[in-house]
Structure formats: structure tokens, C-alpha cells
């Protein structure tokens, strides 16, 4: 007796049956970045606070309207905020058109007042006692940035530092009004 020589079609089948959607799997997640956080907020209104600055002045998002606005929630002790710091200064400081607004996020006041004291600081900088604000803006880590257009939408949400390529075409997103 020999032996057949051949293909075993119920293990060749068996086997792509397996193999074939594993590599679909596979293959559908390249692209994707997995670090990527998406926001439901996305092109709704942005929740309103009312909220006191490092200084004791009293913010209120609402009042804010017809103007575009950077809201960047940060910490002293985040190594990327750090980073990010000087752009975000900068930033301010060249576009005085849009109100630019830090809020300190799981951080003590007097630290972050000694830290802007340090590196200097043109924009305000909000308290958020019991990060409800943050809650509000669905916040998973530091540095998270929000940009906001003149009515009030959320138009794009930062998780991470951003670059200052990133920031000038956000700026500019954000300054156009929805319809």
C-alpha cells in the first residue's frame, strides 16, 4: 500500500477558515492609533463652569461667547504639560484674540502658583476644587485641550502636548463659527 500524496482539502479549508479572519483582524487595525482617546464632546456646546482663577477672580464659560477659546486642563506635576507650557504661552501671547484658559487638574493652587511664578504665565488659571469640570469634560489624563469656537462648540479635543504646527490650524478651526 502507498501512501496518497496530496492536499488534505478538510485541513486546508479548516485552516483558512481559522487563518483568513485573524488576518483580517490583524490587518484592520493597522492605522489605527491606539492611543487615540475619541470625544463624545466633539462638535456639541461645550459644558459651561463657573469657576475662580489662582488670583480669585470668578470665570463663567458662558460669558465667553463670540470668542474662540483654548481650554487646557494641566498639572505641575506632568511631564508633558511641562513640555507643552511654552507653546501654550506663546500661543496667548500671539493670538489675543482668543482666550486662552488653564485648569489645574488633580493639583494644589499653591503649587502651580509657585510653578507660574517660576515660568511665567499670560493666560489665566483656573481652580477646579472637585474636578467636576473635568468630569464634565470627559478628562482622562494631563495635558488635555480643548478648542472651542465663538458659539460655544467644542471643535476639536488635544489628549497629549501639542506641536505648534497642530496649534496654528487649531486656532484656526476653533476662530471659525459654526453656522
Given at each position: 500500500?502507498?501512501?496518497?500524496?496530496?492536499?488534505?482539502?478538510?485541513?486546508?479549508?479548516?485552516g483558512?477558515?481559522?487563518?483568513l479572519?485573524?488576518?483580517?483582524?490583524?490587518?484592520?487595525?493597522?492605522?489605527?492609533?491606539?492611543h487615540?482617546?475619541?470625544?463624545?464632546?466633539?462638535?456639541t456646546?461645550?459644558?459651561?463652569?463657573?469657576?475662580?482663577?489662582?488670583?480669585?477672580?470668578?470665570?463663567?464659560?458662558?460669558?465667553?461667547?463670540?470668542?474662540?477659546?483654548?481650554?487646557?486642563?494641566?498639572?505641575?506635576?506632568?511631564?508633558?504639560?511641562?513640555?507643552?507650557?511654552?507653546?501654550?504661552?506663546?500661543?496667548?501671547?500671539?493670538?489675543?484674540?482668543?482666550?486662552?484658559?488653564?485648569?489645574?487638574?488633580?493639583?494644589?493652587?499653591?503649587?502651580?502658583?509657585?510653578?507660574?511664578?517660576?515660568?511665567?504665565?499670560v493666560?489665566?488659571?483656573?481652580?477646579?476644587?472637585?474636578?467636576?469640570?473635568?468630569?464634565?469634560?470627559?478628562?482622562?489624563?494631563?495635558?488635555e485641550?480643548?478648542?472651542?469656537?465663538?458659539?460655544?462648540?467644542?471643535?476639536?479635543k488635544?489628549?497629549?502636548?501639542?506641536?505648534?504646527?497642530a496649534?496654528?490650524?487649531?486656532?484656526a478651526?476653533?476662530?471659525?463659527d459654526?453656522?
Amino acid at each position: 500500500m502507498s501512501a496518497r500524496k496530496g492536499v488534505n482539502v478538510g485541513v486546508l479549508v479548516g485552516g483558512l477558515a481559522v487563518i483568513l479572519p485573524l488576518v483580517w483582524l490583524l490587518h484592520s487595525g493597522f492605522g489605527n492609533d491606539p492611543h487615540e482617546v475619541p470625544s463624545v464632546l466633539e462638535h456639541t456646546q461645550a459644558p459651561l463652569f463657573k469657576l475662580v482663577d489662582l488670583e480669585g477672580k470668578p470665570w463663567d464659560l458662558s460669558q465667553l461667547r463670540g470668542k474662540p477659546v483654548v481650554l487646557n486642563f494641566w498639572s505641575t506635576w506632568c511631564l508633558p504639560c511641562k513640555e507643552e507650557y511654552p507653546l501654550m504661552q506663546q500661543a496667548a501671547s500671539a493670538y489675543p484674540g482668543v482666550q486662552f484658559l488653564g485648569v489645574l487638574y488633580s493639583d494644589e493652587p499653591k503649587k502651580a502658583v509657585v510653578y507660574l511664578r517660576r515660568m511665567g504665565n499670560v493666560f489665566p488659571q483656573l481652580v477646579d476644587p472637585d474636578g467636576r469640570t473635568a468630569i464634565d469634560y470627559g478628562v482622562a489624563g494631563v495635558p488635555e485641550t480643548y478648542f472651542i469656537n465663538p458659539s460655544g462648540v467644542i471643535v476639536y479635543k488635544q489628549v497629549g502636548p501639542l506641536s505648534g504646527q497642530a496649534m496654528q490650524s487649531l486656532l484656526a478651526l476653533a476662530s471659525q463659527d459654526s453656522p
